[in-house]
């Protein structure tokens, strides 16, 4: 693709990266196409990999003056179309600003650039026995700058909280290139919580650059069952009775068979074929809590029916299991050319209900969806496979995913837990909000980037488009 | 002020006087819209009133009008096996405490005196106590919120499931925002089960050095559900009067608490002693009530963590240091005028910069109040975002206006 931006642009631009920091070849462009929502896709004109806050700022000024849009990018794990180009011309990705800045064990926090990867921040706090909490699936690969701007969640997330309420500070690069400190490295914040504001805008406030985060404590052990059940009503009735006992586990996931099955030809974890749903419940703490905890949790589990509870026996199996469950959306990818998973929620006690819902859409649509969530938040992954080769099924998934997520609304729920709106689901979004809190949304938005420049096209609905923008941009060919 | 009929407008009485000429009481968010209407297009200012212990003292001036919602003070849903509650803005926090521990669950988060601290005053004037060690502060626990902004806009932001990214995180927005930016009228939290055991070890030091030592070595070991150093002047109330006193509860199962305990002793080389039930709990209200927002002057440090011994180290004054988390109450007991306060403030504020935190004023008593700045400035930059959000929330500049950082 022939570049749209001005020549003199691109080589100001490449002064500032350096060329090993601009890629404008299309056809190296066609990897930043779209992130892991690949139903819509659309590459930069040209992407910028600054190394500095210094390179951010000034790459920013300079788009700034052109009046050019820009969309900021992790690592493209995203599973709404958030690193999507939508009418923004530049990419800028952090992955060349992935230092670890500084850990202070005794104050227990940690700064890092926010190109860092997830894990890497846990992989370089762990043999002094801490942790970085929130942990995507996807943490082998996704940057601590994308779990800011999604707020990102993962298994864990039930006990310890999501993104939000482990960051302390960041620095932000406002569109038209100012550096700001926001938040700093102590609990308290003076005047507005604008930390707050900026985890989970979705890059549409500015490149996050640098940020402090929490380092959590190690429990002392942790006891991690595998549960089987003959059907997922079951299992969410476990859920649900863990829930309500005053137990609070570290972590309670589900899959369905579809999912199991998947994982166990991945994996060979040694799943009971014949389940309909298995849980993996987590309990976390100190050892002279186990036996008493474990006990209640078995017996619940079993008065729920499931028909067997085993217990991981060693830290090998333990990591299996997660292994498991953190690489099922990989697993299943096998089992068709084509999938796009949704993330709404609903109260946990309205699980059954969506799991129905969730099968009756799938025979409707005559497409195979599967299941494997968050079960303690009540927060759905319901993978839906599909076939872009073969005409009208992109539509019927998509079809599938907005009944789904309409249910879940209707129930009392989200459109979304952690994957965040992006491009996927800003046509639903008038489902949730009304047009005055959608107002209220850009009215905010605008303190940040009053000229919708950072992410255009992300989040909001414009007024009166909320039906064309619901509708594919543009899809992959068929 | 037809509106709201005769009745509903009333003269300030007593402490809302400091804070408001007439207070009208709604009955509802459309009530409030009107009367936002209505202020807008009058120029009046208004505030939202709770137990006007944080807006009596950092308001200089009285507004026009004070809008008391102890009418608004029902329970709208509390869903147990959900573990959330939506609350309407005027109900204490005790009062909503009172009715989720029927079903053995907590609003884990512990004002000073919950009994007349209002969710909307604990939610925008970010009140928290001990167990924000391990519970976190309303911050961790709101997953939605409803307010009115200008133009009487109903606002609802997050909702009631307790995962939630749909939209920009409102509920950030308002809390910690003093009532500049709206009134709140319906805050949604998730909620936890109220631990089956509760237990506190007390351990006294001579020295404070010793004191945060001993409470460091508790905190690398075992997972507190909060952890204190009060100063010798609070100490007496919890019978270790002229010392400093380290103060860690626990809770789980027996199991735990007797872990827990037993292993407390051990790091406190016997000097500790275990308090159970009852006993703990006493101990506890007392901690959490002890009072900071009454003069003559007091104080919230933010500072990091393993620095607030040096923070606090022979600092005029007596203080409740919540040693997990890098913030400690500091208050001084006589007296001050008004050159002798801003003295101690500039000392304070010092010290606390001295270690990367800053330093927030709780309360100054009357004549010295008006010379003193209650909020510490953020940087630059996040001033100049900071007054586009309050213009773009508060064109009219009517919502408790004046008296936040920055004078916004
Ligand atoms: C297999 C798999 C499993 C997953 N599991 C989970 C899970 O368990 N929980 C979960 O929450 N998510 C999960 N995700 C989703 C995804 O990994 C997260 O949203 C992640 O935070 C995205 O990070 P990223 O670095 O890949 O960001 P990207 O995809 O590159 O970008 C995501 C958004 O962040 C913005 N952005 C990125 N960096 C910056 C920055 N520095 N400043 C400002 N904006 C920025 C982008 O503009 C975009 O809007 C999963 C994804 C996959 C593929």
Same mark, same amino acid.
């Given at each position: ?478 | ?179 500049? &930016? ?5 805050? !949604? #939290?998730?909620? =936890?089960?109220?631990? $089956? @055991? +509760? *237990? ?66 051990? &790091? ?5 002693? !275990? #308090?159970?039930? =009852?006993?703990?709990? $006493? @101990? +506890? *209200? ?123």
């Amino acid at each position: 693709m022939a570049s749209s931006i001005d020549p003199k642009l691109v080589e100001e631009l490449a002064a500032i990266v350096g060329v090993e920091g601009i890629v404008s070849r299309a056809s190296e462009l066609k990897v930043y196409e779209c992130d892991g929502w690949t139903v819509e896709k659309s590459a930069p004109d040209i992407l910028l990999l600054p190394r500095s806050v210094e390179q951010v700022s000034r790459v920013l000024r300079a788009l700034d003056r052109k009046g050019i849009a820009f969309v900021p990018r992790g690592a493209g794990t995203g599973l709404s179309g958030g690193a999507l180009p939508l009418n923004a011309p530049v990419m800028i990705c952090t992955s060349r600003m992935n230092k670890i800045l500084t850990i202070d064990y005794a104050n227990r926090r940690v700064e890092v650039e926010s190109g860092a990867v997830n894990l890497h921040v846990t992989n370089a706090v762990k043999a002094k026995g801490f942790f970085y909490a929130p942990d995507p699936s996807s943490q082998m690969a996704c940057t601590i700058g994308g779990n800011i701007a999604e707020n990102s969640g993962g298994p864990h997330t039930l006990k310890y909280g999501v993104t939000t309420n482990h960051v302390l500070g960041v620095e932000l690069v406002l569109p038209d290139g100012e550096v700001v400190e926001l938040g700093g490295a102590v609990e308290e914040r003076c005047g507005y919580d604008l930390v707050g504001a900026v985890v989970g805008s979705e890059g549409t406030y500015g490149v996050v650059t640098r940020a402090t985060l929490r380092l959590m404590r190690e429990p002392e052990g942790h006891r991690t069952f595998l549960a089987t059940f003959p059907d997922v009503e079951s299992a969410t009735r476990a859920v649900s009775r863990i829930i309500a006992s005053g137990i609070v586990p570290g972590a309670i996931e589900m899959m369905d068979k579809l999912i199991l099955r998947a994982v166990d030809d991945a994996f060979h974890v040694g799943f009971d074929q014949a389940a309909g749903a298995v849980l993996i419940i987590e309990l976390d703490g100190m050892e002279v809590g186990f036996a008493e905890c474990s006990s209640r949790v078995i017996e619940m589990a079993r008065a729920a029916g499931a028909k067997d509870v085993k217990l991981a026996r060693d830290e090998a199996e333990r990591q299996l299991l997660w292994k498991a469950r953190k690489r099922a959306f990989g697993a299943v990818g096998r089992l068709a050319p084509n999938y796009c998973t949704q993330d709404g929620v609903v109260p946990r006690t309205r699980l059954p209900d969506i799991l129905r819902v969730i099968s009756q859409v799938s025979e409707r649509y005559q497409l195979s969806i599967g299941n494997v969530f968050h079960a303690g938040d009540g927060n759905l992954h319901p993978i839906i496979l599909y076939d872009e080769r073969e005409a009208g099924q992109v539509e019927r998934a998509l079809g599938a995913g907005r009944d789904i997520l309409k249910a879940c609304v209707e129930m009392g729920g989200s459109l979304t837990g952690e994957h965040g709106i992006g491009a996927e689901k800003i046509g639903e979004m008038p489902l949730m909000f009304s047009p005055d809190d959608l107002a209220a949304m850009m009215e905010l938005r605008h303190v940040f980037d009053p000229k919708e420049r950072a992410n255009p096209g992300k989040i909001i609905p414009r007024p009166g488009a909320c039906v064309e923008v619901a509708a594919p941009r543009r899809q992959v060919p068929i | 002020m037809a509106l709201l009929g005769v009745d509903r407008v009333r003269e300030a009485a007593s402490l809302e006087r400091r804070a408001a000429a007439f207070v009208v009481e709604p009955r509802n968010a459309d009530e409030i819209a009107e009367l936002i209407r209505m202020c807008e297009a009058e120029g009046i200012a208004l505030a939202a009133l709770g137990a006007m212990r944080s807006l009596t003292q950092i308001r200089r001036a009285p507004v026009a009008l004070g809008i008391s919602l102890r009418r608004m003070n029902r329970i709208i849903a509390h869903e147990p096996d959900d573990l959330t509650v939506i609350a309407e803005a005027g109900i204490s926090v005790g009062a909503l405490n009172a009715e989720l521990a029927k079903s053995r669950q907590r609003l884990p988060v512990d004002p000073c005196q919950p009994d007349v601290t209002t969710v909307g005053a604990l939610v925008a004037a970010a009140h928290a106590g001990p167990l924000r060690f391990s519970e976190g502060t309303a911050r961790d626990l709101l997953i939605g919120i409803d307010f009115v902004g200008h133009g009487g806009r109903v606002i609802h932001g997050g909702g009631r499931v307790v995962k939630n990214v749909a939209g920009y995180d409102l509920m950030k927005v308002m809390g910690g925002s003093f009532g500049t &930016l709206g009134i709140i009228t319906t805050a !949604i #939290f998730k909620v =936890r089960p109220i631990p $089956a @055991h +509760y *237990a506190v070890a007390l351990v006294p030091h001579k020295r404070a050095d010793d004191a945060f030592e001993c409470a460091a070595r508790l905190l690398e070991a075992l997972p507190l559900s909060h952890l204190e150093v009060v100063s010798p002047g609070f100490a007496a109330r919890f019978g270790a009067a002229g010392q400093f006193a380290v103060i860690a509860g626990f809770s789980g199962n027996p199991e735990e608490i007797g872990y827990q305990a037993k292993k407390s002793l051990e &790091l406190a080389s016997g000097r500790g002693e !275990i #308090f159970n039930e =009852r006993q703990a709990e $006493a @101990h +506890y *209200a007392a901690l959490r009530d002890l009072d900071f927002a009454a003069g003559p002057l007091s104080a919230r440090f933010a500072v990091m963590p393993a620095e607030l011994p040096a923070t606090l180290d022979a600092i005029a004054g007596d203080y409740c240091a919540h040693a997990g988390n890098g913030v400690a109450e500091v208050a001084l007991r006589a007296a001050q005028s008004l050159d002798s306060a801003q003295q101690v403030v500039a000392e304070w504020r010092e010290r606390a910069h001295r270690t990367r935190g800053h330093l927030r004023l709780l309360a100054a008593s009357e004549p010295i109040r008006g010379g003193l700045e209650f909020f510490h400035a953020p940087s630059d930059g996040a001033l100049k975002l900071m007054r586009r959000l309050k213009q773009a929330f508060d064109p009219a500049g009517i919502f408790n206006a004046n008296c936040f950082v920055g004078g916004l």
